[in-house]
């Protein structure tokens, strides 16, 4: 993706592999700014708009270290059953509390993203919901001794050892990774960078 006759430049708000790994996968270049500031999710709102305004936080924060032309990306992810948030396990042992929770239930992922630019910011927030078959304690303990939940909402990865609970998906599988592609591209041409390097007038007009 790019904008036609000026350099892309992107600049990811997020130290996560995950969303390091999706950028690559679908081409898109960029460089990390991880933001530091404490995230303040005990904010009175409901979890779409949440995730929304952290990412933003997250996405403004960043914009004061990188160069004034940079594109900020920024987004972040949470996991809600029955209207608990489930962020990242701080144990082994809540960890375990997580996934028993989730065994065998539906539960909602929600993912807000922010692009900034100078003044212009666009936010949004994509939700998933994710059904979970019935988990044994074994499985559970011996998904906590991989690791992999430590650093994930909600105490599972979908990309890795965690697909192996899941047994249903609605809404776009890319929302509970972490980053929305085909929200990002829908959102890129706002600030005149378009999927593949097209141009075509349709999407010209679509510039806000």
Same mark, same amino acid.
């Given at each position: 993706?790019?904008?036609?006759?000026?350099?892309?430049?992107?600049?990811?708000?997020?130290?996560?592999?995950?969303?390091?790994?999706?950028?690559?996968?679908?081409?898109?270049?960029?460089?990390?700014?991880?933001?530091?500031?404490?995230?303040?999710?005990?904010?009175?709102?409901?979890?779409?708009?949440?995730?929304?305004?952290?990412?933003?936080?997250?996405?403004?924060?960043?914009?004061?270290?990188?160069?004034?032309? /940079?594109?900020?990306? *920024?987004?972040? !992810?949470?996991?809600? #059953?029955? +209207? @608990?948030?489930? &962020?990242?396990?701080?144990?082994?042992?809540?960890?375990?509390?997580?996934?028993?929770?989730?065994?065998?239930?539906?539960?909602?992922?929600?993912?807000?993203?922010?692009?900034?630019?100078?003044?212009?910011?666009?936010? /949004?927030?994509?939700? *998933?919901?994710? !059904?979970?078959?019935? #988990?044994? +304690? @074994?499985?559970? &303990?011996?998904?906590?001794?991989?690791?992999?939940?430590?650093?994930?909402?909600?105490?599972?990865?979908?990309?890795?050892?965690?697909?192996?609970?899941?047994?249903?998906?609605?809404?776009?599988?890319?929302?509970?990774?972490?980053?929305?592609?085909?929200?990002?591209?829908?959102?890129?041409?706002?600030?005149?960078?378009?999927?593949?390097?097209?141009?075509?007038?349709?999407?010209?007009?679509?510039?806000?």
């Amino acid at each position: 993706m790019k904008k036609e006759g000026i350099p892309l430049s992107i600049v990811l708000a997020s130290q996560s592999p995950r969303r390091q790994a999706l950028l690559q996968q679908i081409g898109l270049p960029f460089r990390v700014l991880a933001p530091k500031g404490e995230e303040k999710t005990d904010l009175p709102l409901p979890p779409g708009q949440l995730v929304q305004r952290l990412s933003k936080q997250k996405a403004q924060e960043v914009a004061q270290q990188a160069a004034p032309g /940079d594109l900020i990306l *920024a987004a972040d !992810t949470m996991v809600v #059953l029955d +209207d @608990l948030p489930l &962020g990242k396990p701080k144990t082994e042992t809540e960890a375990k509390q997580m996934l028993q929770l989730l065994s065998g239930r539906t539960h909602l992922v929600y993912t807000g993203i922010c692009l900034l630019r100078g003044d212009h910011c666009v936010t /949004d927030t994509m939700e *998933a919901s994710v !059904t979970f078959r019935s #988990l044994s +304690d @074994l499985e559970i &303990g011996a998904y906590v001794q991989t690791g992999e939940p430590m650093d994930k909402a909600g105490a599972y990865g979908i990309q890795g050892k965690g697909a192996l609970f899941v047994s249903r998906i609605e809404g776009d599988f890319y929302t509970v990774m972490g980053l929305p592609l085909c929200r990002l591209a829908e959102l890129l041409p706002k600030f005149g960078y378009f999927p593949f390097g097209s141009t075509l007038e349709g999407e010209k007009e679509g510039l806000t």
